[in-house]
């Protein structure tokens, strides 16, 4: 059995839960943790409907030792990790001067030194294992840094090159790190949009659509596969067009 | 695993499996340099995979780049560090 062990952050999202669906369905032999910190109902479901294959486990990505926690956890099970997707994020925007320094706060620990604390908990076992795969959710704002977002762009940009600093430094171990910089994608962020600010970032997308979270979840799993094992510090971007 | 010969043979075989090098275990010198001039030609990512190595291996941990400097000199500095941190092994 090629048993492969992938662990996704923010997996009760609308992305988290594409991504680990597109995961279950490529083989039987993939075991999905799904990561989840204040709700889980979503990826409960998803568990349910797959037992043995997919397990929910309790992960603040804020926090080390949580980190530490969940991949004892996952190595006790399976005495391995492959796959790491860093895909928890958040965002609370605003204008800098009205910004608040908590939000500023939040946001870089969710989407920045959440990445950061991953890398570091899971990199012991992938050194081990002489091999793994890291994927990054960055964000097109990485590389846009739109007006309202300098806690966003600025955490998402170091997401970036937090990603291609790593991949050189594990690259000779067989390990790869990669990001994936989605546009605008039918998830949270867009569903809580209203119709005047869908249609202006529709009027921004040459392909005149939102994109899915499977068309991300699709190079997630790309990223993932053995045929990638040569693709390292690359940016994705999946994005309609837009940059 | 206690013994410092058994140590120090452990760590040659690990030296040359996880970091495949090109040689046998015994022809690495107990004092031998594991970096820099006349030495095994080690570079920083061989230290990242030793110091995660002796951590599984032999529960050695290495929190900080001054001790790894300290440590990771020859093998007998590691099997000294080894048994220094299992006083009652």
């Known amino acids: 059995m090629n048993q492969h062990i992938i662990l996704i952050t923010g997996a009760n999202g609308y992305l988290g839960r594409a991504i680990a669906r597109a995961f279950l369905d490529e083989s039987q032999d993939n075991v999905v943790w799904l990561g989840v910190h204040r709700r889980r109902e979503h990826a409960d479901e998803l568990a349910a409907a797959n037992p043995n294959r997919c397990r929910v486990i309790l992960l603040d990505v804020t926090r080390p030792e949580s980190w530490q926690s969940a991949v004892k956890e996952i190595s006790a099970a399976h005495q391995r990790l492959d796959v790491l997707v860093n895909n928890a994020g958040t965002h609370d925007d605003a204008f800098l001067v009205q910004m608040k320094p908590e939000s500023w706060r939040e946001v870089l620990a969710v989407n920045l030194d959440g990445i950061f604390h991953g890398c570091r908990a899971v990199l012991p076992a992938m050194i081990s294992q002489h091999g793994g795969r890291i994927i990054n959710i960055a964000s097109l704002s990485a590389l846009l840094a739109p007006a309202g977002q300098t806690n966003y762009a600025a955490a998402k940009g170091g997401v970036v090159s937090l990603t291609q600093s790593l991949a050189k430094e594990v690259a000779r171990i067989g390990i790869t790190v990669n990001a994936i910089c989605p546009g605008y994608l039918e998830t949270e962020m867009l569903v809580n949009m209203d119709d005047a600010a869908r249609q202006r970032a529709l009027a921004q997308i040459p392909m005149r659509r939102f994109g899915k979270p499977e068309e991300v979840a699709v190079a997630v799993r790309f990223l993932a596969c053995a045929g990638a094992a040569y693709i390292t510090g690359s940016v994705l971007k999946i994005d309609g067009g837009i940059f | ?89």
């Open chain 2, 1 to 89: 695993m206690s013994n410092p010969v058994e140590i120090k043979a452990h760590i040659k075989r690990m030296l040359v499996e996880n970091l495949m090098l090109q040689i046998n275990p015994e022809e690495i010198g107990d004092d031998q340099p594991l970096f820099g001039p006349g030495s095994l030609g080690l570079d920083s990512v061989d230290a990242l995979q030793l110091v995660v190595a002796l951590d599984k291996n032999h529960g050695l941990k290495i929190t900080d780049p001054e001790a790894a400097r300290g440590i990771l000199q020859t093998v007998n500095t590691i099997v000294h560090a080894i048994v220094s941190s299992n006083p009652d092994s």
